[in-house]
């Protein structure tokens, strides 16, 4: 593994690891936290939102980060309906 790939990985584990805890966070929290360079930071966040751990929402130049593993998200009632039929 060559060094920017450690990085994007340790990246990774440490905003994985802060985020479920804390539940969300900015872009900007997480690079100013951790250290992080611009390009770091969002290959960390893509890699995360790929595996689906975390949702984004764009806020201007920032995005809102949110764990979204383990979470469960409410089904539509109409889905609900159909599946008990």
Known sequence: M????ENIQTAVTRMGEFLAKNGKATSW????????SASVLYLA?????QQGKIS????????HVTWTEG??????E???????N
């Not at 979470?71 to 539509?76: A, D, G, I, L, N």
């Open 56 to 63: 984004l929402e764009a806020d201007g130049i920032n995005y």
């Open 45 to 49: 966040l893509g890699v995360l939102y």
């Open 2 to 5: 060559n060094p920017l790939q």
């Open 29 to 36: 929290q997480l690079k100013v936290t951790f250290r992080l």
């Open 78 to 84: 109409a889905a609900s309906a159909q599946s008990a």
């Open 71 to 76: 979470v469960q998200t409410p089904q539509p």
